[in-house]
Antibody, heavy 117, light 107 residues
Framework: QVQLQESGPGLVKPSETLSLTCTVS????????WGWIRQPPGKGLEWLGY???????NYNPSLTRRVTISVDTSKTHFSLNLTSVNAADTAVYYC???????????WGEGTLVTVSS | DIQMTQSPSTLSASVGDRVTITCRAS??????LAWYQKRPGKAPKLLIY???TLESGVPSRFSGSGYGTEFTLTISSLQPDDFATYFC?????????FGGGTKVEIK
């Protein structure tokens, strides 16, 4: 059974880049899409984007200019970079495995990232 | 973007109760809807996809129905582990979008 675990800094300064990694265990990054979802405090979930094992990515248009998702060539983890962050980017960030273009069938537990000076 | 609206936002119920949660889409999405359960400190769990297909390993007391713009998640007999937050997600169009969530509390 695949398991996902987010890792990265819990505090990021405004205007800097938020970087998170998702480590996949119990399986390899192939035949699925791999992506990120976030939930700001008191708000709903927001899909950020996903990437295929071949490196083809699809992003939420509201974040396209700031977000990049990449897959490690060893196919054991994938990453999120979000540039020029501000307080509105404070959220719990989840990594997830997606059934192709559709819905996530496995999620990490999430990691809180706070944007503050 | 396709807006997903869940109701109610909070629901108080007792063990053994039948519970129904509604999710409405701002436009027709066919069957392309999934439901999830989120318990504190746990990863979200997929319950249902394609509006009514039960994910493997999910208890049969969970069921989903609907097509087009209106969908329901039903728990036939609420169990202690079911007190959690439930949310829907559409995957008919980009960007993928989620409902605001329904918290099922102990009455």
């Amino acid at each position: 059974q695949v398991q996902l675990q987010e890792s990265g800094p819990g505090l990021v300064k405004p205007s800097e880049t938020l970087s998170l990694t998702c480590t996949v265990s119990g399986g390899f990054i192939n035949n699925y899409y791999w992506g990120w979802i976030r939930q700001p405090p008191g708000k709903g979930l927001e899909w950020l984007g996903y990437i295929t094992h071949t490196g083809s990515a699809n992003y939420n248009p509201s974040l396209t200019r700031r977000v990049t998702i990449s897959v490690d060539t060893s196919k054991t983890h994938f990453s999120l970079n979000l540039t020029s962050v501000n307080a509105a980017d404070t959220a719990v960030y989840y990594c997830a495995r997606f059934m192709e273009w559709s819905y996530p069938d496995s999620w990490g537990e999430g990691t809180l990232v706070t944007v503050s000076s | 973007d396709i807006q997903m609206t869940q109701s109610p936002s909070t629901l108080s119920a007792s063990v053994g109760d039948r519970v129904t949660i509604t999710c409405r889409a701002s436009q027709i999405i066919g069957y392309w809807l999934a439901w999830y359960q989120k318990r504190p400190g746990k990863a979200p769990k997929l319950l249902i996809y394609k509006a009514s297909t039960l994910e493997s390993g999910v208890p049969s007391r969970f069921s989903g129905s609907g097509y087009g713009t209106e969908f329901t998640l039903t728990i036939s007999s609420l169990q202690p582990d079911d007190f959690a937050t439930y949310f829907c997600q559409q995957y008919d169009g980009y960007p993928l979008t989620f409902g605001g969530g329904t918290k099922v509390e102990i009455k």
